[in-house]
């Protein structure tokens, strides 16, 4: 479906030179990519992966349905302004990314994770989502929640978690105790945005965190004392 001639350009030449629709295949043909990053709206392009492709890619704006591509291709997934059905039927997805804009008029109404997210997915992010956590996959090590408000942390307690943040999700002292004492892998802990923290002098187990970010939170006029959270964490490397 390509032009032979395309193919034989150095690749940085490639998004000059090769129409949009074509830039896909080219990469994956050429070995700079692994995986194609599909547009749903390419008919042609969609029935070529199907047909060819191990793994795809996908953003998914509002008004669109999931295309016709086979589910276990799909590894990534970006909806924008959007939550479609049928996410549950993607067995291979890996990365689950959801963001309604400040604009947008189609926020939806509280809906539980375990009611659209596939239990393979390993990597969570979502950006002003009325969302439940009513659950977790087993195998999620990576959770971003921005602006996401009335978020329950007990769903994130004693999972695998290597990396979590809660920005702007009204996450209070009583929430990073839980947090601190359940999740016993956790490496990250980000909660920018949120009331004023303190650290629990004693914690029932401490986990093994490298980056912590509880300081820049608004309306903290008296932030805890750095050398009590130092002496908290003694494999701490960031701390803000």
Same mark, same amino acid.
Request: glycine content about 6%.
């Given at each position: 479906?390509?032009?032979?001639?395309?193919?034989?350009?150095?690749?940085?030449?490639?998004? &000059?030179?090769?129409?949009?629709?074509?830039?896909? %295949?080219?990469?994956?043909?050429?070995?700079?990519?692994?995986?194609?990053?599909?547009?749903?709206?390419?008919?042609?392009?969609v029935?070529?992966?199907?047909?060819?492709?191990?793994?795809?890619?996908?953003?998914?704006?509002?008004?669109?349905?999931?295309p016709?591509?086979?589910?276990? #291709?799909?590894?990534?997934?970006?909806?924008?302004?959007?939550?479609?059905?049928?996410?549950?039927? #993607?067995?291979?997805?890996?990365?689950?990314?959801?963001?309604?804009?400040?604009?947008?008029?189609?926020v939806?109404? &509280?809906?539980?994770?375990?009611?659209?997210?596939?239990?393979t997915?390993?990597?969570l992010?979502?950006?002003?989502?009325?969302?439940?956590?009513?659950?977790?996959?087993?195998?999620?090590?990576?959770?971003?929640?921005?602006?996401?408000?009335d978020?329950d942390?007990?769903?994130v307690?004693?999972?695998?978690?290597?990396?979590?943040?809660?920005?702007?999700?009204?996450?209070?002292?009583?929430?990073?105790?839980?947090?601190l004492?359940?999740?016993?892998?956790?490496?990250?802990?980000? #909660?920018?945005?949120?009331?004023?923290?303190?650290?629990?002098?004693?914690?029932?187990?401490?986990?093994?965190?490298?980056?912590?970010?509880?300081?820049?939170?608004?309306?903290?006029?008296?932030?805890?004392?750095?050398?009590? %959270?130092?002496?908290?964490?003694p494999?701490?490397?960031?701390?803000?």
């Amino acid at each position: 479906p390509t032009d032979p001639a395309l193919m034989r350009l150095p690749p940085e030449l490639l998004p &000059k030179c090769c129409p949009p629709t074509h830039l896909g %295949i080219l990469e994956l043909a050429l070995g700079i990519t692994e995986t194609l990053r599909l547009h749903p709206g390419n008919r042609h392009l969609v029935e070529w992966a199907n047909r060819t492709c191990t793994s795809a890619e996908i953003v998914l704006c509002s008004g669109r349905p999931l295309p016709t591509i086979r589910p276990e #291709l799909v590894t990534s997934l970006a909806l924008v302004d959007t939550i479609p059905e049928s996410l549950l039927r #993607l067995r291979n997805l890996r990365k689950l990314t959801v963001a309604f804009p400040q604009a947008s008029l189609h926020v939806p109404d &509280k809906r539980k994770l375990s009611s659209f997210c596939p239990p393979t997915v390993e990597s969570l992010t979502f950006i002003r989502v009325r969302i439940a956590l009513d659950w977790l996959p087993e195998g999620c090590t990576s959770l971003s929640l921005t602006r996401c408000r009335d978020v329950d942390v007990g769903a994130v307690l004693g999972n695998h978690l290597i990396f979590l943040c809660l920005d702007n999700c009204n996450i209070g002292n009583d929430d990073l105790a839980r947090i601190l004492s359940g999740c016993p892998g956790l490496a990250s802990l980000q #909660l920018p945005n949120n009331g004023a923290l303190q650290v629990p002098v004693v914690l029932a187990m401490v986990p093994p965190l490298r980056s912590l970010d509880i300081l820049c939170c608004h309306h903290s006029s008296a932030p805890q004392d750095v050398g009590v %959270i130092v002496a908290a964490f003694p494999r701490l490397e960031e701390l803000g």
